[in-house]
């Protein structure tokens, strides 16, 4: 059995805890109804004035103040499709520069980057069969000399019976087979770039050149050099001695998806535009189309032709290239800054109303982006007015992130 005195001190401190919880309870009550009573006064309209929008914004006068408005006006927006790649040099202009000889090289005559002439001496080789063949034309025209001369001294002994049938026949033979060597040799020495004026010097002056020259085959920029005096070359053997390009022309090697490939046709003109030159269109046009989609990228070659006289291009610059493919159309068009994307990714355009202080949020549906405008193709018409600077800030200020 409990003892009075303990259950009668219970019961008072289980009162005194209950009335604290209440109390307390009371207390976040009133708070919640405060700030929620604050709220709706603050979203109610004015006493006798209609309830706004829920898409519509109302400003103040100095809020008013930063945004700018414009009515929409048809723009013509060009049907264009873009794609990034590299310039590279023209490959149907670039020409690797071997010895068609094997030999020492004795003088390497031109430096990187020279622009270099069609037939111009690029170095010259010292080499052993060269100099072989010469000597043996040399020889070949000495024995037919000789052959010659023995051929006529046969014919008048043979006319005075000095000599046999046999040995004039001999003699003939000897000659025609000096003729035969004499051909041959010249042809062999013709192999390394003399001509007949060049040989006939040759047998003349009975002297043997010890340096044969290599020319440029192109008119063009030197792009590259490996050659040095004493090198060793080989025809055919990398890498090339000199490398020689035109550099009036470049490529640009882009790849475009395989969605968009219907679109570039073979000759077509394109605008390419690299980043060291910001501003400035180079123009061109498509050469050639990969047949075949690489089966990771799902990406198409494309290959253009860039017109650069001043040679301002390099090779492996960094270039986006713009093609029209589609004849321009005319459509409303928007200030870029006038277009908000919302945060489900659909984009909206704030419309003025007839109180210029009043503005609503309108979806639009955008097309293609040019020269700072957005394209609209559903959504607003021609005339309508809208906020073209601070669409932003109304699209805050909807949703409760500024005031």
Known sequence: MRHPIFTSRFNSRHTLLTAGVLLIIAIIAAAVYSRSG???AALMPPAGGPAPAADTVKLSDSQLASIKVAAVADREF???KEAVGTIDFNQDMSVAVFSPYQGR???????LGD???????????????FIAAQSSLISAA????????ALGRAKGLFASKGIDQNDYETAVANQQSAEGALRAARHAVAIFGKTDAEIDHTVASRQVETALIVKSPITGRITSRNAAPGLLVQPGNPPAPYSVADLSTLWMLASVPEADSPHFKVGQPVKVSVTAFPGR??????????????PNSRRISVRSEIKDPDHELKPQMFATFVIRTGAPVRA??????????EGDGT????VVGNDPHQFTRRSVTVGHRQDGYDEILEGLQPGETVAVNGAVFLSNILYGGAS
């Open 332 to 341: 409303p068009g928007v200030p870029q800054n006038g277009v908000v994307r």
């Open 105 to 111: 090289i004795i003088q390497a005559l031109a430096d």
């Open 78 to 80: 060009v049907i264009e």
């Open 347 to 350: 984009m909206s355009v704030w």
């Open 115 to 129: 622009e270099v002439k069609k037939n111009q001496i690029l170095f010259t080789i010292e080499s052993p069969d």
């Open 38 to 40: 604050a709220k709706t």
């Open 142 to 149: 000495a024995t037919l000399d000789q052959t010659s001369s």
């Open 281 to 294: 269109v180079f123009g061109g046009r498509i050469t050639a189309i990969g047949a075949t989609v690489d």
